[in-house]
């Protein structure tokens, strides 16, 4: 066998799975964790903006019962918040939740009237409501909660975890990513990079509406046989550059070519909803041609089915400070509408075909929201660090719990506190990796996903 062979021998995931688990220079291929592992795959449900967890999951009379009066100053001591005046105008008055929460399930857990759907689903999913992070706008605040890091250049969770263990796909890249709602995320594409990973990490987005993914489709004129001689071609020359500069990412560029290749025909196969029965597209509440969250809900699933690693959904716009199109009175509403069904579906539809088991759901966003109400045209909250609910399900993650609590008031994460490094690291032990094991050099020194932090949260390790 020549060299190039031996090459694309790796390329093509054809390694022994006795390869390093962290080698930069792997493949795709899978290869084997640090333990067994419980899950499989993940699917982050990311709600961009920061939603409300005193609107959706965290009731608390007291703070209702205090509505208009002034936050007590000990709350206030030693903080820091976005946006300072519109915090502290009027002395910083409490807000009180207007919805409507009942206890659902076997767990009791408390759900407000805005997400009927996930109610239903209380006894699948475990809802941790004290979770924490370190910043508050928006933009580093994302990056943090999917790098582990408010600074440009790190590897996103998805990233970190194809080349930890691979993925099962041959044909879909490791790491997919779509979108829905008014507008991207904040920050953009640095969200789901890889940072100084080899780039075939990264995330890839899909899009709702024609080509999957811009400049995929041969142009005019150029056919299958032809274009395979042109990457073969390529192959050569790029092989040739690899052995005389001994430069890792000519080995990723040659894989993503072929990947591409082989996506002219896997991902328009899977945007295809015409094998998807009418109960299931009424399940989600989804149309199969017209782009919405619930419909990316369920492509979710069929990725997941197709071996792809880690799939992200970012839903936008849930920023709640009470301006123009961020009125906790019209506009949260809308955004619990346009999810609520889908992600309760995707959890029941996940079930149904026997992939919940082996798939974790994370539903949450960058931060949370302040129980004090902001000086705007309506009613709004600001974003807040140190008390926000995200909800897990699936991946031998035990449902029908609520883990940690907050004070009286929605304030402070008083019990089992969950950081976002804390987070990480349960994640990846799910999914078989120590999170302190899996590290890479970088400029003279090991990374990893956690940094120098991260405990595992023990109400989710199954």
């Known amino acids: 066998m020549g060299l190039g062979s031996l090459a694309l021998a790796s390329l093509m995931g054809q390694r022994s799975q006795a390869a390093n688990p962290a080698s930069p220079t792997d493949s795709m291929a899978v290869r084997p964790g640090h333990h067994p592992a419980r899950a499989k795959s993940v699917i982050f449900l990311f709600m961009a903006g920061g939603p409300s967890q005193l609107e959706m999951f965290d009731w608390k ?14 709350f206030l001591q030693g903080k820091r918040f976005a946006f300072m005046d519109s915090s502290f105008k009027n002395r910083s008055t409490l807000l009180g939740p207007k919805r409507v929460f009942r206890q659902h399930g076997r767990s009791g857990a408390w759900v407000s009237d805005l997400l009927p759907h996930t109610a239903q689903i209380v006894d699948d999913i475990t809802i941790v409501k004290s979770c924490q992070t370190n910043l508050f706008n928006h933009a580093p605040a994302k990056l943090f909660m999917n790098t582990g890091s408010g600074q440009f250049g790190r590897p996103s969770m998805g990233s ?12 879909l890249p490791g790491f997919v990513v779509l979108q829905s709602g008014p507008r991207g995320p904040r920050g953009g594409a640095v969200n789901w990079g890889s940072g100084f990973l080899p780039t075939s990490f990264q995330g890839v987005p899909l899009r709702g509406q024609g080509d999957p993914i811009l400049n995929l489709s041969n142009p005019a004129g150029i056919d299958a046989p032809r274009q395979r001689r042109a990457l073969d071609t390529l192959r050569d020359l790029n092989l040739q550059r690899q052995v005389a500069t001994g430069d890792p990412e000519i080995l990723t560029r040659i894989a993503s070519y072929e990947m591409a290749y082989r996506m002219q025909t896997s991902a328009p196969d899977l945007m295809d909803l015409s094998s998807e029965s009418e109960s299931t597209l009424k399940l989600y509440g989804c149309d199969r041609q017209e782009p919405s969250f619930a419909r990316n809900c369920l492509l979710a699933r069929r990725l997941v089915e197709r071996g792809v690693r880690f799939v992200q959904l970012y839903h936008t716009n849930w920023d709640s400070h009470g301006g123009p199109g961020e009125t906790l009175e019209d506009d949260f509403p809308k955004r619990c509408r346009e999810t609520d069904q889908g992600c309760a579906a995707l959890v029941r539809d996940l079930q149904a075909h026997g992939l919940l088991d082996s798939t974790i759901v994370v539903w949450g ?24 609910t995200m909800w897990f399900a699936g991946g031998g993650i035990p449902g029908g719990q609520v883990i940690g609590e907050t004070d009286e ?12 490094h804390d987070i990480h690291a349960t994640l990846l032990h799910q999914l078989g990796l120590d999170h302190e094991r899996l590290t890479f050099r970088f400029q003279g020194r090991d990374y990893r996903l956690t940094d120098i932090h991260g405990e595992l949260i023990k109400g989710l390790v199954g």
């Open 409 to 420: 008031l929605g304030f402070n994460s008083v019990s089992d506190r969950a950081h976002v």
């Open 61 to 74: 009379p007291e703070l209702a019962r205090l509505h208009g009066k002034p936050i007590p100053d000990s």
């Open 160 to 171: 970190w975890l194809n080349y930890g263990i691979g993925s099962e796909s041959q044909d």
């Open 365 to 388: 966003g960058e931060f949370g929201r302040t129980p004090m109400g902001e000086s705007r045209d309506k009613t709004g909250r600001n974003h807040h660090i140190d008390a926000f």
